[in-house]
C-alpha cells in the first residue's frame, strides 16, 4: 500500500472552478449509460456548477485517429470545431469525458502551442469548412479531476462511505488510469504518470484503501490496435488477465477506472477469462466490479444503482453494494424508467451473475 | 608564511588535497565546508573501485594532512556568494560572514541524482528499493537486509539511474556507476554467496585500470548476472519483493523477475553549491557543473582571473582523478599567487 508516501502530490494542476462546457463521448454512454448523466447531475444538483451538454457536439476522432485512419489535420480542424460551439456557448473551460478526448485535446493544443504555423492551418481549414472561429479553451481538464477536486464536498453529502459493514474496515480498490490521462503529458495528470491521485484520491477521501500491486501501471487491455484489430483480441484478454492475475492476492473489492476503454474491458473481459479459463478473481465467482468514478460517487451519494446503470455491466455490483450497505430493490433492476419490465439477459455458463448473500 | 591567500570552498577530496598542497608551499588557506565533518562525498563510501581500498583510511589520511598553521577550517559554514571585488575574492557564507583572499578555488563537488525522480523504479515508495548510497551504509554494518531484516536471495543493481538518460535532462555519464555496481555486487556475494546477484546496465564502460579485471572476477568468481536492459518498472509484490521489468536486449526478449532489493546506480549531479557560484562567476558549463577556461592545459583556471576549479565541480571524476586534479589546481594557483 502506497497510503503514506504522496511526494507525487508536486504533481497538480490547475482544475476550474465553475463554468464547464462538457463534451461527451462517443462509446461511454452505450457502455456505461448512467455515467454522464450522473456526472451532470452531481455537477448541477449536488455542487451548484454551470456545465453546458450542446447537442450539436461530435466525436473528437480519438479513435479514428489512435486507429491510423484519421489524419492529425483532420483531427485538429474537428477538434476546433468543438472549440468553435464552446466559443458559441460563451464558455472557456473544456470538459471532454473521454480520457481519449482528453489526450488527444492536450495533444492538439500542445501542438498549437509548440507550432503556431499549425494553429493558424487549423484555424483557415475551420473556416473554409464550416465558416466558424474558435479560442483555445483556458482551462482543459478531466472530468475525473473535476470529482477528485471536489471530493472532499462531495464526501460531506455522501450517505455511504467506502467501508464494509461487516467488518468495519475500509474497503480495498483498485484505481486504473486511462493511458490518455497522464502518460502523454504527465503535467496534465493530478499525480502524475506513475502513481496518478486522480481516483486514488477519492477512494482514500472516500474512506476506502488503494490497492498497490505489481502491475498497476500494465495496460487494462484496450490499446486500440490490441481490440480493434480482431486478431490482436487474445492480446487484448492477455494484457487484462494479467492485471488481474497480479491484483487477485489483494482480494480488492471493486476496480475504479476514469477512462471509457479501461471500464469497458476490465469489466467486460473477466466475463471472457472465466468462460474460456474458467478463472473469476473473488471468492464467490462473480468477479470484481468495475465501476466509473461517476457511478462510484452516485452510489455513495445514494443514487438508485439501477438508475445508474450498473446492471449493464458484466460483473454485477451487488457484492459491493451489500458490504457497503447501500439500499437497492433487486426486483427493479431489469424495471425500465416507465415501469416495464426489460427482459433479463442470457445468463454467462461460469460467471455467477445472481447474486446470491 | 607568504602573505598571499586563497579561500578553498568545499572540503571534500579535492579541496582537502588542494589545501594540503597550497598550504606546503607557505600560502594562506582558508577552507571552508558547509558540513560539520570534512571529506565530502568521500564520507558515504566504504572500500572503493577497483581495489576495495577502504574509504575511510583515504579520508583520514587526507584529514590528517590539514594540521599546517597555514589552513584555517570552517566548517558548517554554507557559501552562499562569491564575488571579486576591492581586488580580492570575497565569499560570504549564510550568516553574511564575509572571507577574503586574494585566489579562489571551487571544489563544491557533486551531489548524488535524486532517484525519486526516475518515479517508474519507485524508489521513495517501495522499502526496498535503494539506492547505491544506501547500500554502502548498510554493507558498512557488514550486513546487507531488506527492510524486513531478511538476507536477499536475489539483489538487483541497476545502472544509468540519471545518467545518459534524456528524460531527466542528464545526456552525459556519471563514468563511476559501472564500475561500482560491479564492486558493490561482488561485495554482495562475498558476504552471502548463495544469493544470486544481477546487474542491469545500458554498456558496461570498464575504461579504468583494473576495472575490467574486476568485472571478469565479478562474472567468473561470483557468477553476477548482467543483463543489458534498463529496468521500466519496478512494483512491490505482497510480500515486499519488487518485481522488475526490463528487456534483455541481447536475446531482444522482455523480462520480468522478482528480486528481493534493488539498488538504483545514483549518477553523478553538480552539487547545488557549484550551480550556484559558477552562476553567479559566469563560468557555468553544461547540466550545471562549473566550466573551466580549457580542457587541454587549462582545466584549472577559469575565465576569471583568479578563480580555479578542481575536482567533480566540473565532471564526474574518480577519487584518483579528483586528486590528481587537484594537485594540479594547487600548482596552477601557486603560480598564480608567486605572480601577483
Redesign the interface.
Known sequence: MTKNKHYWNQYQKEIADDNYFYERSCIRQSFFPGSETTFLKILREELGKTIIDDPNQHTCTGIGYHSDVVPFDTTMTVCARLFSLMKDAGFKNYVPSCVTSFGVFTEVIETWQNFPEELEKTRNFLRKATGREFDIPNNIVHPSDIIYKYRTELKNKMKYQLINQETGKPLKGVEHIGCHYGKIFSKHAVGGAEFPQVLAGMIEEWGGEVVDYPERRHCCGFGFRQYLVMANRGYSVANTKKKFDSMQAYKPDFVLTNCPGCTMFMDRWQYTIAEMEGITYDDKKMGIPVLTYEELAGLLLGYNPWDLGLQLHQIQSESLLNKIGIKYDPKDKFVGKSGTFLGEPNKPEKLIVDYEK | MKNKSVIIIGAGVAGIEAANNIAENGYNVTLIEKENLLGGNLKNYAKLFPDFYEAGEVKNNLINKLNSENINVYNNNEITELFFENNKWQAVNSQNQKFLADAALLTTGFTVFDA?RK??LGY??YDNVITSLEFENMYKTGKITTKQGNIPERIAFLNCVGSRDEKVGNHYCSRVCCINAVKQASEFKEIYPDSQAYCFYMDMRMAGQFYEELYRKSQEKHNVIYIRGRIS?A????DNKI?IKSEDTLSGLPLKMTVDLLVLMVGIEASIGTNQLASQNEINGEYGFAKSKGLYGNDNITNKKGLFLAGTCKRPLTIPETIADAKAAANQIIKYLNQI
Do not use: D, P, Y
Open positions: 525519486k518515479e517508474e521513495g515508495i518498472e512494483a512491490a509484490t505482497l518485481q
